[in-house]
Nanobody, 120 residues
Framework: QVQLVESGGGSVQAGGSLRLSCVVS????????MQWYRQAPGKERQFVSS????????KYADSVKGRFTISRDIAKSTTYLQMDSLIPEDTAIYYCRCDISQFGMVVPKWGQGTQVTVSS
């Protein structure tokens, strides 16, 4: 059973920083990439960043490149998202995701989300 728990959200002023954490139980069942998504009010959930949990290769949405850094600690089954130079447009609920293989299909598993609010 894979479970993801996010933490680290909060309220900050523009220009500030936050570090999100995602602890995964059943980490070994996750497929290659650990991912972060976000969903702002009234908008669709969008991709933010991903990291290959074995090789460490990373991807970022254009909107966060140069400001956010994803990393992982395999021993702690934890994925991090360091968010610097935050802007109001980063306000959203941030979700951690890993995909598992189940009955021949790829099934996404999500955490409960953590709120990030950036004020101007």
């Amino acid at each position: 059973q894979v479970q993801l728990v996010e933490s680290g959200g909060g309220s900050v002023q523009a220009g500030g920083s936050l570090r999100l954490s995602c602890v995964v139980s059943g980490y070994a069942a996750c497929r290659a990439d650990m991912q972060w998504y976000r969903q702002a009010p009234g908008k669709e959930r969008q991709f933010v960043s991903s990291i290959n949990r074995i090789y460490g290769s990373t991807k970022y949405a254009d909107s966060v490149k140069g400001r956010f850094t994803i990393s992982r600690d395999i021993a702690k089954s934890t994925t991090y998202l360091q968010m610097d130079s935050l802007i109001p447009e980063d306000t959203a609920i941030y979700y951690c995701r890993c995909d598992i293989s189940q009955f021949g299909m790829v099934v996404p598993k999500w955490g409960q989300g953590t709120q990030v609010t950036v004020s101007s």
